[in-house]
């Protein structure tokens, strides 16, 4: 009998051990999932932190080739906008010298009209017509010409009418008479001609 005792203890405490043990292995393994979960969400946070230092960066990265274009093309327009102001600069360099020169042009243009018998007074009237001459040629190296007028229709771009008169032998809206010359450089006009138009 006492042998049956140390028997069933001996069942028992070995039973008690086994479920000892098994219950210490489902506690680790009830560990083991536990940690390994907060493992997982732990990676799961630091993936979502890379993944969204990346989208920042790339934000970043784009905004700054947005600028960088946006310089490059700012660059491009402010060269070629100096480019052009040299090239105007250098076409229409005389524009200001022929403005100054005209109202002078103008007298030498009324002297010459003066008729005289005396011939003194035509040898200078003969070389006022040279230096007036010399001048013309000048305006005309630099790419300044006078306006055609008489004859031609109305221009406002490079006509100033000053009076309307009905003339017979021209046609409506034609210059009829010319007061003063104008000026054109290049494609810009210096000074519209001041007509007299046919109504």
């Known amino acids: 009998m006492a042998d049956e005792k140390t028997i069933l203890?001996?069942?028992?405490t070995q039973e008690y051990n086994q479920a000892e043990k098994t219950m210490?292995?489902?506690?680790?393994?009830?560990?083991?999932?536990v940690g390994s979960e907060e493992a997982e969400a732990s990676h799961e946070n630091q993936l979502k932190a890379v993944l969204n230092k990346s989208a920042e960066l790339e934000a970043k990265l784009a905004d700054a080739e947005n600028r960088y274009i946006r310089l490059q093309a700012d660059f491009d327009n402010s060269r070629r906008r100096a480019r052009l102001d040299i090239e105007a600069s250098e076409k229409y360099r005389a524009q200001k010298l022929?403005?100054?020169?005209?109202?002078?042009?103008?007298?030498?243009?009324?002297a010459l009209q003066m008729e005289t018998d005396n011939e003194q007074v035509k040898s200078v009237l003969q070389g006022m017509e040279m230096v007036y001459r010399s001048l013309l040629e000048a305006l005309k190296n630099e790419g300044a010409e006078q306006i055609e007028s008489v004859g031609k229709e109305f221009d406002p771009h490079i006509h100033q009418a000053v009076m309307q008169v009905e003339v017979e032998g021209f046609e409506s809206n034609t210059v009829v008479e010319e007061f003063q010359k104008g000026y054109i450089l290049k494609d810009r006009v210096i000074r519209p001609a001041m007509v007299k138009v046919n109504q």
């Open 9 to 12: 203890n001996e069942e028992t």
């Open 24 to 33: 210490e292995h489902e506690e680790l393994e009830a560990a083991d999932a």
């Open 98 to 110: 022929i403005s100054d020169l005209l109202p002078a042009i103008d007298n030498f243009e009324r």
